[in-house]
């Protein structure tokens, strides 16, 4: 099922015949507890209302379930940019919040009744290759290990990802 908030639907072709996609105006028609995988890569954070359309995505998986968010985490960058006197700025309003490892760690262990269980929470993937766009494939890397040795103590990651299961 698709949630697609386009008048018009894309009309591609899928690759897999065996692939059917639904279309569905708003999260509201979708049922409760009925799926087993879903997606927000990119999304939440340019929701007005992210906390309420989290709600409602979580309220979609059945027990088992997987979640996935990919959001940007990119104030620390822009405060580091500041202090050197470069302008750089693509939230507002472009995204209109900031979702880090923070947000993610807090928002699923304040959870009442703890439903949901982390099964993975790091900096997100590079969205570009090397062949295509080197050196910002290169400084997307640079920014992102150091988080491996110093962890949450290193916020210049750019993105974050979460995994999470609806335990049952």
């Known amino acids: ?34 799926f087993d995988f879903v997606i927000a890569s990119a999304v939440l954070e340019h929701i007005p209302e992210a906390k309420a359309a989290l709600e409602q995505l979580l309220g979609l998986m059945r027990p088992g379930a997987a979640f996935y968010a990919r959001t940007p985490f990119v104030v620390p960058l822009f405060k580091l940019c500041q202090r050197f006197r470069v302008g750089m700025d693509f939230t507002f309003p472009g995204h209109i919040y900031d979702l880090g490892q923070a947000f993610w760690e807090k928002y699923f262990a304040k959870r009442e009744g703890k439903p949901f269980r982390v099964l993975s929470s790091r900096p997100s ?44």
């Open 1 to 34: 099922m698709v949630v697609d908030y386009n008048t018009v639907p894309i009309s591609a072709p899928l690759p897999n015949p065996a692939i059917c996609l639904q279309y569905h105006p708003n999260l509201e028609s979708l049922p409760a507890g009925h």
């Open 125 to 168: 993937i590079v969205e570009s290759a090397f062949h295509d766009a080197f050196f910002r494939t290169g400084a997307a890397h640079l920014c992102k290990f150091p988080w491996l040795l110093f962890g949450s103590k290193w916020g210049f990651v750019g993105g974050w990802e979460i995994v999470v299961e609806r335990l049952k």
